[in-house]
């Protein structure tokens, strides 16, 4: 069975804090993706990554950026964390490229409130 | 530009009834549809998917769901529901710049 990880269930920081949310898939997977899921919002996409060193913006990525440095391991990273980032935090993985046709495999997620 | 939209938020339903779930996508091509569901603090685990071929697509836990090209649904049932299906559900599209569309939810209540 496909694994995701996340670092941390619950995370509270301070606004302007740098913080640090963790994902590792161990099936290989080439693709890797952060949301947060708001409610009434659904699932929005912030990034995504398809290889080592490489990432895509989605659709909010405005205050976030990523880092995959190890194919397994894709890091979502809010550089000065402000109250409007409270939400749940979802990784996903899925194993090849052409991620529209590609089951995707998700975490336990990271709920994150930034007081 | 690619679309889903689930139209109820809620719905409940008692133990041992039917249950649909709706979905409607807007999408230019042939598309690739999926269903999701999320239990209470989990992540979400891939229900059933369609991509080609018959139009009626058996998933996990008992649910299935029925493409409709003229109506541009994808539906969701299941015959008889089970309290652990409360939940939250997902549908979602495939798009053409490889990524997934997901719906809002739609969040299963179940009345004992």
């Known amino acids: 069975d496909v694994k995701v990880t996340q670092s941390s269930r619950y995370l509270v920081k301070r606004t302007g804090e740098k913080v640090f949310l963790e994902c590792v898939q161990d099936?290989?997977?080439?693709?890797m993706f952060w949301y947060r899921q708001d409610p009434g919002l659904g699932l929005r996409l912030i990034y995504f990554s398809y290889d080592v060193k490489m990432k895509e913006k989605g659709d909010i990525p405005e205050g976030y950026s990523v880092s995959r440095e190890k194919k397994e391991r894709f890091s979502l990273i809010l550089e000065s964390a402000s109250t409007n980032q409270t939400s749940m935090y979802l990784c996903?993985?899925?194993?090849?490229?052409?991620?529209?046709?590609?089951?995707?495999?998700f975490g336990p997620g990271t709920r994150l409130l930034v007081l | 530009a690619q679309s889903v939209t689930q139209p109820d938020i809620h719905i409940t339903v008692s133990e041992g009834a039917s249950l649909e779930l709706r979905c409607n996508y807007s999408?230019?091509?042939?598309?690739?549809l999926f269903w999701y569901v999320q239990s209470p603090g989990q992540g979400l685990q891939l229900l059933l998917k369609?991509?080609?071929?018959?139009?009626l697509v058996q998933g996990i836990k008992g649910f299935e769901a029925e493409f409709k090209r003229s109506q541009s649904s994808f539906n969701l049932r299941k015959p008889s529901v089970h309290w652990s299906d409360a939940a939250e559900y997902f549908c979602a599209v495939g798009a053409r710049d490889d990524k997934i569309i997901f719906g809002k939810g739609t969040r299963l209540h179940i009345l004992p």
């Open positions: 999408y230019g091509a042939t598309p690739y």
């Open positions: 369609y991509f080609s071929g018959d139009t």
């Open positions: 099936m290989d997977h080439e693709n």
């Open positions: 996903a993985s899925s194993l090849y490229p052409g991620a529209r046709l590609e089951t995707q495999y």
